[in-house]
């Protein structure tokens, strides 16, 4: 294969030239590590419910399915809240509070991958280019 680098033609081994020739398997990979990373962008980037902005970083995932599972096991405790540090700072919730944003956020983070799956399909099943941006839980 005869490529321009830097201007000069240049004679490429088969092996290079491989590094350099679109394949539709090559497509569809590169099209699958941009679609992971927008899985990733969406699944850590937030989720409003109710009007508010509840973190899903990985971090706070963590933080929320520990608060979830703790009001689980609290939720027919008079009483019983859990201060919880959000973004904007302090809250108190309820154990009802907290386990329907646990399931809110397990939902979302769960919707995420599903479309990432549906949309992996897609890219098997297609020829073209698939659109990744569209469609994903908000």
Request: aromatic share 8%; charged share 25%.
């Amino acid at each position: 294969m005869k490529a321009y680098i830097n201007d000069k033609l240049v004679v490429l081994s088969p092996e290079v030239a491989a590094e350099y020739t679109e394949t539709p398997e090559k497509t569809r990979q590169l099209q699958k590590e941009a679609l992971a990373a927008k899985r990733w962008e969406v699944e850590t980037g937030g989720l409003i419910l109710n009007g508010v902005l509840i973190d899903t970083s990985r971090e706070s995932q963590a933080m929320i399915n520990g608060a979830y599972a703790q009001a689980q096991r609290k939720k027919d405790a008079p009483g019983y809240m859990i201060n919880f540090k959000g973004r904007d700072g302090w809250v108190s919730l309820t154990a009802d509070q907290m386990i329907n944003i646990g399931e809110a956020v397990g939902d979302f983070v769960q919707a995420c991958f599903d479309h990432e799956r549906s949309l992996s399909d897609l890219i098997d099943q297609s020829d073209t280019s698939v659109d990744i941006n569209a469609g994903w839980p908000v």
